[in-house]
């Protein structure tokens, strides 16, 4: 079967959809498209016109086009795989999938689900849905059945708690606490947990990131590849390359790729007087309720804070900007601004240009004319936000 995953509500998503598909987005160990992978051997990307160099998507005669927002489960998986041409799979007149030759699902049949999923309604629901996502991931990953050469704990770590800890070739645990109580913990390739490190399931790291000394990291956290993470985080997901290497906390918060967070950065998750937390969303382009009580920090890819940055409960800021300086900067930070509480000015393009080549051949990662492309685009998609004609 050739699957197809689209985009249908990006605008809710932003900043994190600014820069890519929400196929793209990790949640648990893997992205979207990964986990759809898992199930699916041709599996290819529908997004954006601006985005689309990005992905390469392979249209077939016959194709299966499945809503990006939609997370696999075995039940959902083979109402898909049942799915006959012409037909929509729909759930209270949502759009999971159908198939059809072309991207265009009118004056198809529509055929109601009947299964249990989990399916992304909000931008929180990547923090929410992280724990169950991790447990879901290792399944899927299926460790005990593959020819997978895991690792064991070394006597130097103390490891208390029912679920398994899952440690990949490569990877370095030394002298850490981990609890393993309410969730697995998953570490990946060529990681390393450096000593005095106290990390609680359900938790994954991926490929090649580092957690410093002393860190604490609570359950339902995930960080990406070629992250750099210390003092103390909670449920929190960094989509990859970027760093919060300090002390600091942070709590129920989303971060993009290519992010830094100066030392002693914290952000504030439980407002003072309890209430639901409001965040900025862009289809409504004002502050609209997000049901929880605990939320915190979502930062778009390429933004940037200095020390001792204060983000208030449920801030949001978009890509490419740069924070600095006292006190709290405000709740909704548009992207390429520069600045802190006492006001922003505009993030020039060449200068974030420059810092964004030396950012990425750190990794050795080319900063590519695709990359170029795609954030002019996006500058100049949120000039109204910065007030810029």
């Not at 900043?15 to 699916?40: A, C, Q, V």
């Not at 998953?186 to 990681?191: H, L």
């Not at 204060?310 to 740069?322: K, L, P, R, S, Y």
């Amino acid at each position: 079967m050739n699957i197809i995953l689209f985009d249908n509500k990006r605008e809710s998503f932003y900043p994190l959809s600014l820069t890519r598909s929400i196929s793209e987005f990790r949640l648990g160990i893997l992205t979207l498209r990964e986990k759809w992978e898992g199930y699916f051997d041709s599996v290819s990307i529908l997004s954006n016109d601006y985005l689309a160099e990005k992905y390469d998507t392979n249209i077939k005669d016959d194709n299966i086009w499945i809503n990006s927002q939609l997370l696999p489960s075995k039940d959902i998986v083979t109402e898909i795989q049942s799915l006959r041409v012409g037909e929509v799979l729909n759930k209270e007149s949502v759009i999971l999938a159908f198939r059809n030759s072309e991207y265009i699902a009118d004056k198809l049949n529509y055929v109601e689900s009947n299964s249990e999923f989990s399916f992304l309604s909000s931008i929180t629901d990547i923090f929410r849905l992280n724990g169950e996502e991790i447990i879901n991931d290792i399944k899927l990953l299926n460790f005990q059945n593959n020819d997978k050469n895991l690792l064991e704990l070394n006597d130097s770590n103390i490891k208390s708690g029912k679920y398994p800890v899952y440690v990949e070739e490569g990877a370095t645990i030394e002298n850490c606490y981990i609890n393993s109580s309410e969730g697995p913990v998953y570490i990946g390739k060529n990681a390393h947990i450096m000593q005095g490190s106290m990390l609680r399931g359900p938790f994954a790291i991926c490929d090649n990131s580092v957690v410093k000394m002393g860190a604490k990291i609570y359950g339902a956290t995930t960080i990406g590849p070629f992250c750099k993470v210390g003092g103390e985080i909670n449920n929190s997901v960094f989509f990859g390359y970027s760093s919060k290497a300090h002390d600091g906390f942070l709590g129920n918060s989303i971060i993009g790729q290519w992010c830094n967070l100066g030392a002693d950065t914290n952000n504030s998750n439980l407002k003072n007087n309890y209430d639901d937390v409001k965040i900025w969303n862009y289809s409504s382009e004002s502050f609209l309720q997000t049901g929880l009580q605990f939320c915190g920090l979502i930062m778009g890819d390429h933004s940037k804070c200095g020390i001792n940055t204060m983000f208030n409960t449920g801030t949001v800021v978009g890509v490419g900007a740069n924070i600095f300086g006292s006190g709290f900067p405000r709740n909704f930070i548009a992207s390429f601004s520069w600045g802190g509480s006492s006001g922003f000015i505009i993030h020039k393009l060449e200068k974030f240009f420059s810092t964004a080549e030396k950012v990425m051949k750190r990794r050795r990662i080319a900063f590519s004319d695709i990359d170029k492309q795609v954030l002019i685009q996006v500058y100049n998609m949120t000039k109204r936000y910065r007030n810029e004609k």
